[in-house]
């Protein structure tokens, strides 16, 4: 009987030492396919610490993810001492195992692109593609990293080949085997749930995503001590907004207001509108805001926006709130930033919201329309567009419906039309538009997996990421697009945004830190408001000023709520940007000369962002204590306000 024990514990030990094994080569080659994100500030003994407090997390995992493997290894029945039961659980073994082990290896290349590990709420965010059409972009992306799927299936087979059967002895003395047995389970069960919470006192809560911040240096850095399974099975069932008590309410609203009254001196300017949204775009891309790269090798992949410049408005200092397609969107048109999950991914989403595009619909007698080149309903664009008030959506259902075009011959194959040919057809639908007319159109040629038409191929620049050679054809797609435009009798009467999702393909050391990855430019041009121009130097802007900026611009005289501030009529002094960063739920906010980072319960690290790009220097303890405090004290009723507000659907003015 001893011997039945022994085996049967030291065989569960063996299989389970096996996983976590895995689980740590799994994370060996996440910080080797991320080693843009991480060399600037690894060493051995920093990411030694790391890979060993990954082993709490990954104990959680692996515990939920063979419960079910451990009971029937350890279940006291008689009748599973038996070979045929254990080739059973063997399989259990090896395909939950193998299945998780491929969702590690997937994020080794999707942490690239949101910064964080996957959650529940990726499942979310592609409900509304084709099938085939998710096929067709995964199979891209086994091609790309074969040497992922390859591995898959070197640790599938070791799983599979490595996996030990206790020995099978013949129950005897089925009393003995049935005290002994349940023993061992009723003492594997405690360590099993502690190993799933993260420690064995009753004042442990259970631990979450946000408590790799405490083993970590950087908040980036969250994401290579953190595993996906872990992701995964702690955002089940996950509530995205809970309202925190930092502050009176009367003492919140004094440090930050969400809802902008207008001056008793505006007069309203019926001037057009058309925000553009580029994905992927960095400020990294765009070479006259990168003085400091220009070293003979890096001259930037945007001539025509580098010309656009010399007669717009954009600032050095300015950032997207989100590291996401689908937080693009809502912090650009709506002003709502992107905070714990994407606003389109929760039920939040159902809540009234309006739209830069809503506000002058439905008080100003605008036309509305919003343009992107995918299938109707992907990302779940088409259904935000109509819910903030867009009145029209053109996909590529009407694209291809419109006979001046070629139709799905002008298709990319796996996501969207061209965006040369969808701009210029987004152009002539303005011209078919009532005046004034707001309008937005999303692009994508420079999304994932980078492909050109045949007729560009070889044309544009390249660089290290096949990003930037479509970051150079949507650059002349837009200039082809201003060609046209500059014709038509509304254009000098429109005022223009052109800014990014969120950035993309950030390579060089100011891109890839905590701040880099947000650094996105936002241009305003308007060709009849000549006093538009210049680079800001001083201001802080964010995406979501963009809609009461544009609304300030208009002269605007109805309230609305927005997150985000008026750029040009806020000091820059009182200008602050803020986002989230998803790795380590840890929320930045730059104000001044400081960014802090704070993660919901105090600030954690404090920088001088302005001159120091790298973020190395942590003054926290040296900078003035009471701006720290102010700052923190106005984060936190914007964190507490936005909580609030999407919890109890006030993202709409209704009135006092």
Not at 556 to 563: E, G, H, K, S, T
């Amino acid at each position: 009987m001893k011997k039945d024990v022994f085996s049967n514990v030291l065989t569960l030990v063996w299989n389970l030492l096996l996983i976590y094994i895995c689980y740590s080569l799994c994370r060996l080659v996440f910080l080797l396919v991320n080693w843009d994100t991480f060399s600037g500030h690894m060493n051995f003994s920093y990411a030694l610490s790391l890979f060993g407090a990954g082993i709490i997390f990954d104990t959680s995992a692996i515990l939920y993810s063979n419960a079910l493997f451990i009971f029937l290894f350890l279940f006291p029945l008689h009748w599973k001492e038996n070979a045929a039961f254990y080739k059973v659980v063997r399989w259990i073994f090896t395909v939950a195992n193998t299945f998780f082990l491929i969702t590690n290896l997937i994020d080794c290349v999707y942490y690239r692109f949101t910064g964080r590990r996957t959650t529940m709420s990726v499942l979310q965010e592609f409900q509304h593609e084709k099938g085939s059409n998710i096929a067709s972009i995964f199979m891209d992306e086994f091609v790309a990293y074969w040497y992922l799927v390859l591995l898959a299936a070197v640790l599938a087979f070791a799983v599979y080949k490595l996996y030990r059967s206790p020995k099978v002895f013949p129950v005897r003395n089925k009393l003995a085997y049935y005290i002994v047995q349940t023993a061992a389970l009723l003492v594997a069960v405690p360590f099993t749930v502690f190993g799933m919470r993260g420690g064995m006192t009753t004042a442990t809560r259970p631990i979450t995503l946000s408590n790799a911040n405490q083993y970590v240096n950087r908040a980036q850095d969250a994401g290579l001590v953190l595993n996906t399974p872990f992701s995964v099975f702690r955002t089940l069932d996950k509530k995205s907004f809970v309202v925190p008590d930092y502050l009176p309410e009367s003492e919140a609203e004094a440090l930050f207001a969400p809802i902008h009254m207008p001056a008793d001196s505006v007069s309203f300017r019926p001037m057009n509108v058309a925000v553009i949204i580029w994905e992927g775009f960095s400020k990294q891309h765009v070479g006259s805001l990168n003085p400091q790269l220009e070293d003979g090798h890096y001259k930037g992949y945007t001539p025509f926006v580098d010309s656009l410049l010399t007669k717009s408005v954009t600032f050095e200092y300015s950032y997207s709130n989100g590291r996401k397609s689908i937080d693009g969107m809502p912090s650009v048109l709506s002003s709502i930033p992107s905070f714990v999950e994407p606003f389109f991914l929760t039920p939040s989403a159902l809540n009234d919201v309006s739209s830069v595009a809503g506000e002058l619909t439905r008080h100003k007698g605008y036309t509305s329309a919003f343009f992107h080149g995918a299938m109707n309903g992907s990302m779940g664009f088409e259904a935000f567009a109509r819910a903030v008030g867009f009145q029209k959506y053109f996909g590529r259902t009407e694209y291809n419906e419109d006979p001046n075009y070629n139709g799905d011959a002008d298709f990319d194959g796996t996501w969207a039309i061209w965006d040369e040919e969808f701009l210029q057809f987004y152009c002539d639908r303005m011209s078919e538009m009532e005046e004034p007319f707001v309008t937005s159109v999303f692009t994508a040629s420079s999304h994932g997996p980078f492909v050109l038409p045949e007729r560009y191929k070889g044309v544009f620049p390249t660089g290290e990421d096949p990003l930037f050679e479509t970051i150079a054809y949507a650059d002349y797609s837009l200039k082809r697009f201003f060609e046209k435009a500059s014709r038509q009798p509304w254009f000098n009467n429109t005022l223009f945004v052109i800014t990014a999702d969120h950035t993309s393909g950030n390579s060089y050391p100011d891109y890839v830190t905590d701040l880099g990855y947000y650094k996105v430019p936002i241009i305003f041009y308007a060709p009849g408001m000549p006093e538009l121009r210049g680079l800001d130097r001083e201001k802080i802007a964010e995406q979501i000023d963009i809609m009461p900026t544009v609304l300030g611009l208009l002269g605007y005289d109805q309230p609305y709520v927005a997150f985000g501030q008026d750029i040009f009529h806020t000091s820059a002094a009182d200008k602050y940007a803020v986002n989230y960063l998803p790795a380590s739920d840890v929320y930045q906010f730059l104000k001044g000369d400081y960014l802090i980072q704070f993660d919901g319960t105090s600030v954690t690290h404090a920088y001088r962002f302005r001159t120091d790009a790298l973020m190395q220097d942590d003054v926290k303890q040296t900078m003035p204590q009471d701006t720290l405090q102010m700052m923190e004290n106005q984060l936190k009723s914007i964190i507490q306000q936005y909580m609030k507000r999407m919890s109890s659907n006030e993202l709409v003015y209704r009135g006092r």
